[in-house]
T-cell receptor, first 116, second 111 residues
Framework: GAVVSQHPSRVICKSGTSVKIECRSL??????MFWYRQFPKQSLMLMAT?????????EQGVEKDKFLINHASLTLSTLTVTSAHPEDSSFYIC????????????FGPGTRLTVT | KNEVEQSPQNLTAQEGEFITINCSYS?????LHWLQQHPGGGIVSLFM???GKKKHGRLIATINIQEKHSSLHITASHPRDSAVYIC?????????????FGQGTRLTINP
């Protein structure tokens, strides 16, 4: 099946710094990618929808200026957590929509962010 | 009440047992997904359904659109099936495609 990668898989950063997470579709072009957040023992929560060449659409309650999303190419979307705080510590997962099957998404392996 | 409810929340069984995880939803949907999340966190898409039944190896997924209910079955369960299983429904919300997730079912298969 299609493969989506994320980098890094784990990152620890100090409070106040920024962290960039990359999401790549390895064998297909993804015009639409999704960014999710998952707290321990909870399910996934959609943060934003990333569309290639246009601005991301953020879910209610997600700060656009804090979680910067860039989808500059058909195979790469990035999420930058700016001025990270300990409460931003979470598991971040991206997915990419199958360009041929509208409702099918391929999930990345996730990035565990710890802010100290 | 959540739009997507899974039951049970936790399930422990012995190797070889037949496993059923249920998912009920309260809204109209375009598709339903069953996902598997292992302790490391990565998510694997097991099935996407809009009607009927699908089978892949020891896994079977069914959906009843009229009753707004889906089940995931695992036959001859194995310890490697231990994971969190997540039901997610695809909806168009305010013109945008979104997945709405259940809270997950934590499955533990003991040898």
């Amino acid at each position: 099946g299609a493969v989506v990668s994320q980098h890094p898989s784990r990152v620890i950063c100090k409070s106040g710094t920024s962290v960039k997470i990359e999401c790549r579709s390895l064998d297909f072009q993804a015009t639409t990618m999704f960014w999710y957040r998952q707290f321990p023992k909870q399910s996934l929560m959609l943060m934003a929808t990333s569309n290639e060449g246009s601005k991301a659409t953020y879910e209610q309650g997600v700060e656009k200026d804090k979680f910067l999303i860039n989808h500059a190419s058909l195979t790469l979307s990035t999420l930058t957590v700016t001025s990270a705080h300990p409460e931003d510590s979470s598991f971040y997962i991206c997915s990419a929509r199958n360009p041929s099957i509208f409702w099918e998404q391929y999930f990345g392996p996730g990035t565990r962010l710890t802010v100290t | 009440k959540n739009e997507v409810e899974q039951s049970p929340q936790n399930l422990t069984a012995q190797e070889g047992e037949f496993i059923t995880i249920n998912c009920s939803y309260s809204v109209g949907i375009s598709a339903l997904h069953w996902l598997q999340q292992h302790p490391g966190g990565g998510i694997v898409s097991l099935f996407m359904l809009s009607s009927g039944k699908k089978k892949h190896g020891r896994l079977i997924a069914t959906i009843n659109i009229q009753e707004k209910h889906s089940s995931l079955h695992i036959t001859a369960s194995h310890p490697r099936d231990s994971a969190v299983y997540i039901c997610a429904v695809g909806r168009i919300i305010q013109g945008a495609q979104k997945l709405v997730f259940g809270q997950g079912t934590r499955l533990t298969i003991n040898p």
